[in-house]
């Protein structure tokens, strides 16, 4: 016997657990250094720098 649903799952139902299935605002933290906003645990594009180490070298323009 194979598996079958019983009844048949409506339109706004099935559309109801899709509707959130969606993408959340993005988490800024703080750099440590210089103090601007960038990702968790990411080396910070404004000066270069994580766990307040250089990392990369960052041209002052």
Known sequence: MSICP???TSKARRNQRK???KMGEMN???CS???ALML???VC???GS???REI???DAD
């Open 40 to 42: 968790p645990h990411r």
């Open 56 to 58: 990369i070298s960052v």
């Open 45 to 47: 594009k404004n000066c």
């Open 50 to 52: 994580y766990n307040k």
């Open 28 to 30: 800024l933290v703080k």
């Open 33 to 35: 250094k210089c103090g």
């Open 6 to 8: 019983k009844n048949r």
């Open 19 to 21: 509707a959130n299935w």
